[in-house]
Every structure is written in C-alpha cells, then in structure tokens.
C-alpha cells in the first residue's frame, strides 16, 4: 500500500469517527483501566416491545423475500464480487512495500512498561508499579485529530493526504494501594505531552456521574502545570515515547484492519 493510499485510507477513518464523541472512547478506555468484570450487554428486545409481540391481539406482518433463482443467483454474484474486492485489498495492505501488518517492533532500550495488546482491542495499555503505585497509560489512535505536520497551509489536497497522521493520545490513571485514583487525558504534539485535563477518581466508583473535575488543565498555574508534567515523566509518562508508540500503533491498526477483513470474508463465505 502507498504512502497516499494509506494515507488516503487514514483519512476515510478520520471523517467516519468525526462524526462521534470523544468522550465514549474516553469512557470506554477507563472502563478498559478499571472494570474487574464483563460488561453485560444491552438486551435487543425490551420487555415492554416483547410483550406486545407475544399478546394475542397484535399480528407481526412479515416480508418475505423472493426466493427465485433469479434472486439466488443475484446474491451469490454480489457476494463473490465482494470476496474478490476483500481479498484485493487483503493482498494490496500485506504485500505492500510499506506494510508493518508483519513487523516486529522492538521496544526502546531501557522501556519501563509492559506492554498490554489483547487482539481485537483498539487501545493497548502500559503497564508498571513504581515506587508502590500503579500506573496505567491507555494509548488510542485518534482518527478525528491530526498531528500538525505542515506549518505552511497551502491548500494542497495531495500534500494534506501525503502528510496526514492520526494523533497519539493517552489516558493514564496512577493508583495507589489505598484512596483516590489520579487520571490524566494526554496528547503528543510536535514537541511535547500535553496534559489536556485531570481528575480524581472515587476508587470504588470510577465511572460515577456529576463528580466535580477540576478546572480545565491550560487555565492551571503555569508552575503548577508543569509541575504535573515533571509528576508523569519522572513516571515514564513523557514525550520521548511518541516515536515509538506512533510505530506501534501504525502497524497495530494494520494488523487489526487486515484481521477485520478476513473475518468479514469468512462470515460472506458461510
């Protein structure tokens, strides 16, 4: 895959996620920090909607669709072409010169974190316990924000696809044996971590509603804000993991989109 056509791809993902919230990735991230215990899912059909189903005095319409051969013959010419354009771009992501579908990458020497990426997440998790705390960084691609990589805003539709890069950000939550749980939003900019806000967490009920946060960070004491930049890098929360992690999340997001595309072949082949 080229430069353009990644690049071109990456943007397609960025004006899909526009359209959403940050804040239920931010909520599913501290879930994904915190939750001890599956999340139990919506049920499809509400009891109230079921009821009325069951009742005898209500009749469900049904549309059936046409099983002519014409039909039949129709669905499977639309399933095999869409087999065909799957297995394209399967073979155009994993044989390009650029693809890191494959790459190992190695981590920085002297990396104090584990690494936590579970298949199938869209986040990984940094790891590690210092000086009796634990710390967690939640890392996501942010498809809705680029980084900031031509100062010269030229118009040029080829440069911007060229030069596109989906932003690196963090949600990271330092935790001590007993009380609170301190939690920072992060971001990279082009030469440093920025702390976007903050916020203590009630332990027992991270998630709670209506909880008082704080003032937006930028409006923070100047020395206080940078002495909660010095808190995290001392931490190993700092600027210098950018390179690294932008590498991996690259190649993450490809390995995902290529698994994502062979279970969409394999559920069109049944």
């Given at each position: 895959?080229?430069?353009?056509?990644?690049?071109?791809?990456?943007?397609?993902?960025?004006?899909?996620?526009?359209?959403?919230?940050?804040?239920p990735?931010?909520?599913?991230?501290r879930?994904?920090?915190?939750?001890?215990?599956?999340?139990?899912?919506?049920?499809?059909?509400?009891?109230?909607?079921?009821?009325?189903?069951?009742?005898?005095?209500?009749t469900?319409?049904?549309?059936?669709?046409?099983?002519?051969?014409?039909?039949?013959?129709?669905?499977a010419?639309?399933?095999?072409?869409?087999?065909?354009?799957?297995?394209?771009?399967?073979?155009?992501?994993?044989?390009?010169?650029?693809?890191?579908?494959d790459?190992?990458i190695?981590?920085?020497?002297?990396?104090?974190?584990?690494?936590?990426d579970?298949?199938?997440?869209?986040?990984?998790t940094?790891?590690?316990?210092?000086?009796?705390?634990?710390?967690?960084?939640?890392?996501y691609?942010?498809?809705?924000?680029?980084?900031?990589?031509?100062?010269d805003?030229?118009?040029?539709?080829?440069?911007?696809?060229?030069?596109?890069?989906?932003?690196?950000?963090?949600?990271?939550?330092?935790?001590?044996?007993?009380?609170?749980?301190?939690?920072?939003?992060?971001?990279?900019?082009?030469?440093?971590?920025?702390?976007?806000?903050m916020?203590?967490?009630?332990?027992?009920?991270?998630d709670?509603?209506n909880?008082?946060?704080?003032?937006?960070?930028?409006?923070?004491?100047e020395?206080?804000?940078?002495a909660?930049?010095?808190?995290?890098?001392?931490?190993?929360?700092?600027?210098?993991?950018?390179?690294?992690?932008?590498?991996?999340?690259?190649?993450k997001?490809?390995k995902?989109?290529?698994?994502?595309?062979?279970?969409?072949?394999?559920?069109?082949?049944?």
């Amino acid at each position: 895959m080229s430069p353009a056509s990644l690049a071109a791809r990456l943007l397609r993902r960025a004006a899909a996620s526009s359209s959403s919230s940050s804040s239920p990735l931010r909520a599913l991230t501290r879930r994904s920090l915190h939750a001890s215990a599956p999340v139990p899912l919506a049920r499809r059909l509400p009891s109230s909607a079921a009821a009325a189903a069951s009742s005898p005095g209500i009749t469900a319409r049904r549309f059936l669709a046409s099983q002519s051969p014409a039909s039949s013959s129709s669905k499977a010419s639309a399933d095999e072409n869409l087999r065909r354009v799957i297995d394209s771009e399967i073979e155009c992501v994993v044989q390009s010169e650029e693809s890191t579908a494959d790459k190992h990458i190695d981590l920085p020497d002297d990396f104090p974190f584990e690494v936590i990426d579970n298949p199938g997440d869209q986040c990984i998790t940094l790891k590690r316990e210092f000086a009796g705390e634990t710390i967690k960084a939640a890392v996501y691609t942010n498809f809705d924000t680029e980084e900031d990589l031509n100062e010269d805003d030229d118009g040029n539709s080829d440069t911007d696809k060229e030069s596109f890069r989906p932003a690196i950000q963090m949600v990271v939550t330092i935790q001590k044996p007993e009380g609170s749980i301190l939690e920072f939003d992060c971001n990279f900019n082009d030469d440093e971590l920025a702390i976007e806000n903050m916020r203590m967490l009630n332990r027992d009920n991270p998630d709670a509603d209506n909880v008082y946060e704080g003032p937006p960070f930028s409006i923070l004491d100047e020395s206080l804000q940078k002495a909660m930049h010095r808190y995290l890098e001392v931490r190993g929360i700092k600027h210098s993991l950018h390179d690294w992690l932008y590498e991996y999340m690259m190649s993450k997001d490809e390995k995902e989109y290529v698994v994502w595309l062979k279970n969409m072949k394999e559920f069109i082949g049944n």
